[in-house]
Every structure is written in structure tokens, then in C-alpha cells.
């Protein structure tokens, strides 16, 4: 294989040397980043070594990244290197970080201005100052812009304040940053770090097409904190699905996942999000932050499970570890990764695609992979996947419907939401389905599911709760409703049939709040996944807040994030009746269950082989298939 641009290629392949070169552990590398605040209080070189002493007894660090910028501070050369040298001289690999952050209001967070010739030279400054003392520098998220300064104002004129803001940091990113510092170290590595808040980004600036192109590598904020008591409510599958997400927008050259110890109720969470990182196949992790690792910590409330051998068992965590920080909780949560993460494959999903810079159902993948749809998104259409799972946010492709009329007529699957259906309206979705989105809602309370004409049969679980859904129509005997909710009497699509050409289109009806995916029986996800899911080597079905990450090469986690135990049934393809639990050893017998109930109509039901686990309370498995397994339609 010839590569063109052989200077692209060298770059990536030097970028993961470099996060890859450890050796503490055996399948990743594991960094610090120490914020400016705490290199300057280094100044007490007593604390340095207390610190490190501190850490370096309870968590294996290979890298440090030492902040050299924040919120218009910068080191002194001295300081630099002085702790630069520490860390060299005790084996520890070193970069620089910088955080284009200028303080806040109150908490909420203030950017440097772009358009300001002093902040555009305070910035260069920087990067120049990063370069000039470090091989690899790591521009943390606060690379996002949030003034509206009456320069600002001035220079946007009629662009919309998304187009403004990405062009803004695309050249800052370019003549500020990458440019200057490589004037001064052409050898330097420069690294940009994405956060959370991906389907945002736009908005402040972030530009997920451009950007990467730019930097020789990115990073991914895999911090999902509590989906709760946090004001951007990440569900918990998002410290997974945002690694693969990225490493679609630029594969090979994702370096790995960051994740801090801030806002969450109990400790079980922050391991989970180093776990989900690493089943990600994140190449590095990172903790933020340095002081933060050295402070003692608080159970929280886990007081439902704390008594049972969960996946994080707090009296194996401090063992033999007297006075635990929470440097002790990343470790231990990063010694069981890293006896799992070398058996793993590659992973796999059911093929979604998010165009660049596009919103629309914010966050709706994550809440999808809470009831155990596993998600591959990508930034262009999937043209090779049988089955393409389209949300509103394909909306901003103005060829969507021309893509989806193609995929059809190729004989393969296309799902879109409810709220993709409303966006293209208009817009030429009438001429696959005459399928409308109304303005009308309706609460349900039961559900049923069926094929063809005829009666359906119940698919009601134990609790059901009232769940608001907006009304579908749809025209009897060109669309099929599979499975419909029920109010007083009357039913509701929530999964149409529609046949286009030689492929099938389906309208997924989504709940106004997306959290009331939980609130579905699990028949009612079950018989949904029957179609969603159709072809997929490895299926989960049970109750929600239970992920499914699946690999190519027959192994797959299943993971309880719910404060209860789940008993759930994994179905796979092929002929293999074993399934093997790589931690304990022990082998599952699996049956090949028999059609029954409404779905004796479907012709082309899948027989699957199944199995039964039983997960405690925010706990996770690993399995290997034995035997002949199909591999995923991508």
C-alpha cells in the first residue's frame, strides 16, 4: 500500500509511539495532568516529592503533562524545567498542556477574545513559550469561545455565531498555535483536546472537520460525571461511544480519553468512566487532576450495593493501602482494565452517522446505548452498513434524503427518529414514506407489538410507567406498525415498516424525554431490537441502564450501571452454544429458543442462540463466543 502524504502518515505514526511507549501497563499508557496552579506551588520542591510520593504508591504514571498556561498566567522558564527535570529524573515521560481559559463569572466559563490583537499575541506567546520546553504540548478544551465583544460583533457581520466562532479558532488553531510553535520546535507535537459537550461544539467554536486536520493528534474528554445532578445530564454509555466517535473523525491519531473526579454522588462512577474509557480502546488515559489525586475521597452513596463483590470492590481497592486517595481508586480501576482490554477486538456498533457540526436529538445515541443498542457513529454515511441508524442530526445534510433513497435501493435498512422525520418533511421524505410527524401527543401506558394484519399481542412488563410520545400517521397497508404503544383504548406507532425499492425503512418513534427509553418495558426495547438490531452478531436484551460493547473478534462486555442487579439474556448468531466468562472462567450453555407469541408472522425472524447472566449492581462482564461466530453488518 502506497500512502500519498507520507508526512501525514510519519506524524501519526511518531504521535501514538508517544502515548504508546510505556511500560507500566500492558495495553495503555497512563498521564497526569497537572494544572498551573500546582507546577507554580512546586516552587516548595518538598511538595513535589510529597505529592509524588503520594500518587506514585497507589496509581503507575508514565506521563505527566505540566500546564504552562491558564487563565492568562504563565510560567517562568525555571519553573518549567525544574519540574520538567523532576519528572525525567524519576522515569516519567513529560509534556506540556496549555488552557486558553480566562477565568470566569460566578462559575461560568470565560474565553479568551479572538478578535482582540492583544489576546491573539498573549496566545501566540504561549504556544511559542509550550514549544520551546516540550516535544508534545496538549491544548486543553478551554480552546472554545464564548465572548460576543463588540469587535467580535463587528468582525461576524451576517454569519450566524457558529460559523463566526469555527472560523475564528480554525485560524487560531493554524496561526496561533500550531505555526507559531513549530517555528520554534519543528519537531513538537501538538494535540487538541475535544470535551464532552460534542454536539454543541459548533457553537463555541470547536470545528470536529477542520480541527483535526490541523493538530497532529486529538484528545477525547471522556468525562460523563453523574447524569443526574450535572447540568449537561451525559448518559453514562457517553465515555465509550465518544471514543469511537472521535476515532471515526480521525483514526489513528486519537490519543486517548481524560477524565477528572468532579460531581459525582458515588465512587463506583468515577471507575466506570476509566473503564468505559479503556473498553473504548483508548491508547492513553488521562486523570485530571494532579492535586485532585492526592486528596482523600468519600464513598458517596453506594450503600444499595457497597456489601456486594461488585466490579469495583472497595475493601480490594484499599488493601494494603493505608490512607487511599482517589490516586488509589484510578489505579485499581486501571489494573482490572488493563486484564481485560488485550483480549479485546475492535469495536463494534450499528452504524450511525452524524454529519459535521449538526444537532438535532442532542446526545440520543448515548441514551440508546443505556438500553443496549451499541452505537458505531460516524461522520459520513455509512454506505457499507446494512442498516444505518439515522437521528435528527443527519438533518444538516442537505443530500439526506438522496442517501437514504440510495441505501433503499441498494436492499439494505435505513431507521430514522421520530425527530428526523419532522426535520425533512417537506424535504423530500414524502417520496420514500408517506409518513407524517403531527403536532398531536399522546401518554402511554401499555404496548404491543405484532407484523401483519391481525390482532397483537401484549408486551406489557411488570411496571409500566406513563410515558408522552408525539403522534405518528401513517397510511394502513403502505406502512406496518411492528410495535405501537396504547392510550384509552387507541394505538400508536412507535416502530413502522415501510418498503422502498428493494430496502426497508423504519420510523423509530423517540419520547419527548429521552430518560423515559428507561422507562420502557424491556419487551417493548426487546421486540424494537428485533428489527433495529437485525444482523447484529451479539444481542442484549433485559432492562435498561444495561450497556452491550461489542467486538470484533467474539468478545463483548455487558455492563450494569443501575443501582440494582439485572438478569439479562444475550442472543448471538452462528452455531455456538458456549459462552465463556474471561474472568471467572465459567462456561454459559446456551438454547435456540423457539418463534412464539406475534412474532410467528415474520417470516424472517432471526434464530438467535441465547443465554441468561445475572450482573450485580454497577458491574460489568466480560464473554468470548466459543466457536464459530457471524461477524457484525457494518
Not at 468525562?223 to 466517535?245: A, G, K, N
Not at 417493548?524 to 452478531?537: D, E, H
Request: charged residues 20%; aromatic residues 12%.
Amino acid at each position: 500500500m502506497k500512502f500519498k502524504n507520507t508526512g501525514l502518515l510519519a506524524a501519526a505514526l511518531l504521535f501514538v509511539s508517544l502515548i504508546c511507549d510505556a511500560g507500566n501497563y500492558t495495553n495503555f499508557s497512563v498521564a497526569v495532568y497537572i494544572p498551573i496552579n500546582v507546577v507554580q506551588s512546586f516552587d516548595n520542591p518538598q511538595k513535589l516529592q510529597t505529592d509524588w510520593n503520594c500518587i506514585h504508591r497507589q496509581l503507575k504514571v508514565d506521563k505527566v503533562y505540566i500546564e504552562v498556561q491558564r487563565d492568562r498566567r504563565l510560567l517562568a522558564d525555571e519553573q518549567a524545567e525544574r519540574v520538567k527535570k523532576f519528572f525525567l529524573d524519576h522515569g516519567v515521560q513529560v509534556a506540556g498542556g496549555m488552557a486558553l481559559s480566562a477565568g470566569s463569572i460566578g462559575g461560568q466559563f470565560q474565553s479568551f477574545c479572538y478578535t482582540d490583537p492583544q489576546d491573539r499575541a498573549f496566545i501566540k506567546s504561549a504556544a511559542e513559550f509550550a514549544a520551546k520546553h516540550f516535544d508534545e504540548v496538549i491544548q486543553d478544551d478551554f480552546f472554545f469561545i464564548t465572548t460576543k465583544t463588540d469587535s467580535d460583533i463587528a468582525a461576524k457581520g451576517d454569519k450566524s455565531w457558529s460559523q463566526f466562532r469555527m472560523e475564528l479558532t480554525t485560524d487560531a488553531a493554524e496561526n496561533l498555535i500550531v505555526k507559531p510553535a513549530k517555528a520554534v520546535n519543528p519537531k513538537v507535537k501538538m494535540v487538541v483536546k475535544y470535551p464532552n459537550w460534542y454536539e454543541h461544539f459548533q457553537g463555541a467554536g470547536f470545528d470536529l472537520e477542520h480541527g483535526p486536520k490541523i493538530f497532529d493528534g486529538i484528545y477525547t474528554g471522556t468525562e460523563t460525571r453523574d447524569p443526574v445532578m450535572t447540568d449537561q445530564h451525559l448518559q453514562q454509555y457517553e465515555s465509550f461511544q465518544i471514543i469511537r466517535y472521535f476515532e471515526n473523525i480521525a483514526p489513528g491519531r486519537n490519543g486517548g480519553g481524560w477524565v477528572d473526579t468532579y460531581s459525582i454522588r458515588y465512587l463506583d462512577r468515577y471507575a466506570e468512566q476509566i473503564w468505559d474509557t479503556l473498553f473504548a480502546k483508548a491508547r492513553e488515559f488521562t486523570c485530571f487532576e494532579w492535586s485532585g489525586l492526592t486528596r482523600t475521597f468519600e464513598t458517596g452513596d453506594r450503600a444499595a450495593w457497597e456489601k456486594l463483590p461488585t466490579s469495583f470492590n472497595f475493601s480490594e481497592m484499599t488493601n494494603g493501602i493505608s490512607a487511599p486517595t482517589w490516586a488509589r481508586v484510578a489505579g485499581y480501576a486501571l489494573e482490572r482494565a488493563d486484564k481485560i482490554v488485550g483480549q479485546l477486538g475492535q469495536p463494534v456498533g450499528v452504524a450511525s452517522y452524524k454529519p459535521f457540526h449538526s444537532s438535532g436529538e442532542d446526545f440520543l445515541h448515548n441514551y440508546l446505548g443505556m438500553i443496549g443498542i451499541p452505537i458505531d457513529l460516524r461522520p459520513e454515511f455509512p454506505t457499507n452498513a446494512n442498516l444505518v441508524l439515522l437521528t435528527e442530526c443527519a438533518k444538516t445534510d442537505p443530500e439526506i434524503v438522496a442517501k437514504i433513497k440510495s441505501h433503499l435501493r441498494a436492499g439494505k435498512s435505513v431507521v430514522i427518529t421520530s425527530g428526523l422525520l419532522r426535520a425533512l418533511q417537506g424535504k423530500g421524505i414524502e417520496d420514500i414514506a408517506e409518513v407524517r410527524w403531527t403536532d398531536r401527543k399522546f401518554l402511554a401506558h401499555q404496548y404491543a407489538g405484532g407484523f401483519g394484519a391481525g390482532n397483537f399481542s401484549a408486551l406489557d412488563g411488570e411496571t409500566n410507567a406513563d410515558v408522552l410520545f408525539p403522534e405518528i400517521d401513517f397510511l394502513t397497508n403502505d406502512s406496518w406498525s411492528l410495535v405501537r404503544a396504547e392510550a384509552n383504548g387507541n394505538g400508536f406507532p412507535l416502530l413502522l415498516l415501510n418498503r422502498y425499492s428493494k430496502g426497508i425503512l423504519y420510523v423509530w418513534t423517540m419520547p419527548d424525554n429521552f430518560t423515559d427509553l428507561y422507562a420502557l418495558p424491556a419487551e417493548v426495547t426487546t421486540a424494537i431490537k428485533n428489527f433495529v438490531m437485525r444482523g447484529f452478531p451479539v444481542r442484549l436484551d433485559g432492562p435498561a441502564q444495561v450497556a452491550l460493547f461489542d467486538y470484533d473478534n467474539g468478545t463483548f462486555i455487558v455492563e450494569n450501571f443501575s443501582a440494582t442487579a439485572a438478569d439479562v439474556k444475550i442472543s448471538t448468531l452462528g452455531n455456538s452454544t458456549k459462552l465463556k466468562n474471561l474472568a471467572t472462567g465459567e462456561l454459559l450453555e446456551g438454547k435456540l429458543p423457539q418463534p412464539h407469541g406475534w412474532n410467528w408472522r415474520n417470516e424472517n425472524i432471526e434464530q438467535r442462540v441465547s443465554f441468561s447472566a445475572h450482573l450485580l449492581p454497577h458491574s460489568y462482564a466480560v464473554f468470548s463466543l466459543e466457536g464459530d461466530r457471524k461477524t457484525a453488518s457494518r
